[in-house]
């Protein structure tokens, strides 16, 4: 079993940045491949980016490529996403998540799922 806790999200202008944090506890973190994923009022869940275990692969959306990093740090447990140049179109509920199978980019298909952090982009 895998717990997971997301931080970081608020309101901030259209432009600016955040960084969301999602701290985990459970079994060991680096067998997980990592993933970001929001969901809009009215809207489908989405990928927003995927981590492999040590961290050598990365795949983003792409609507948020060029503005969103993804990173982990294994020695603490914790998977970062860096939003840049935020647009209000990125309003929405950030959520966490980990995957004990194979790095498969894209994918929805996740085992562990936080509760989610509020991000809302003013413009």
């Known amino acids: 079993q895998v717990q997971l806790v997301e931080s970081g999200g608020g309101l901030v202008q259209a432009g600016g940045s955040l960084r969301l944090s999602c701290a985990t506890s459970?079994?060991?973190?680096?067998?997980?491949?990592m993933g970001w994923f929001r969901q809009a009022p009215g809207k489908e869940r989405e990928f927003v980016a995927a981590i492999s275990r040590i961290g050598g692969r990365t795949d983003y959306a792409d609507s948020v490529k060029g503005r969103f990093t993804i990173s982990r740090d294994n020695a603490k447990n914790t998977v970062y996403l860096q939003m840049n140049s935020l647009k209000p179109e990125d309003t929405a509920v950030y959520y966490c998540?980990?995957?004990?199978?194979?790095?498969?980019?894209?994918?929805?298909?996740?085992?562990?799922w936080g509760q989610g952090t509020q991000v809302t982009v003013s413009s």
């Open positions: 998540a980990a995957r004990s199978g194979p790095y498969s980019g894209s994918s929805l298909s996740y085992d562990y």
């Open positions: 459970g079994r060991t973190f680096s067998g997980y491949v």
